[in-house]
Nanobody, 126 residues
Framework: QVQLVESGGGLVQAGGSLRLSCAAS????????VGWFRQAPGKERELVAA????????YYEDSVKGRFTISRDSAKNTVYLQMNSLEPEDTVLYSC???????????????????WGQGTQVTVSA
């Protein structure tokens, strides 16, 4: 019943920035914890950033700490992933996800997520 749609991906040069957006319909996204995942061809889906339902707690995978920032704007029903200092290694499909239950305040493993967007492609050239 929750539909998630990502946008903001594209082609950038190394050192550049992108801001990904995750928008929801069917439910108010502010009621859910949200995570951003990435999946390279032949690899398992990996959690790169997560934000709690309240917005006060965040998680980052080690390789993106200091470069990526996850945030949310409840008024716009949107969660963002600000990506700075992009590297060619960041080239991958990025998807946002939400737990199925609004009772899940913070989700840090893939199995806790039940709603998934279609993904947006990020390509970083060097």
């Amino acid at each position: 019943q929750v539909q998630l749609v990502e946008s903001g991906g594209g082609l950038v040069q190394a050192g550049g920035s992108l801001r990904l957006s995750c928008a929801a319909s069917g439910r108010t996204l502010s009621s859910y914890a949200v995570g951003w995942f990435r999946q390279a061809p032949g690899k398992e889906r990996e959690l790169v950033a997560a934000i709690s339902r309240s917005g006060f707690s965040t998680y980052y995978e080690d390789s993106v700490k200091g470069r990526f920032t996850i945030s949310r704007d409840s008024a716009k029903n949107t969660v963002y992933l600000q990506m700075n200092s992009l590297e060619p290694e960041d080239t991958v499909l990025y998807s946002c996800a939400a737990p199925r239950s609004t009772a899940t305040a913070f989700a840090l493993i893939r199995e806790d997520y039940g709603y998934w967007g279609q993904g947006t492609q990020v390509t970083v050239s060097a």
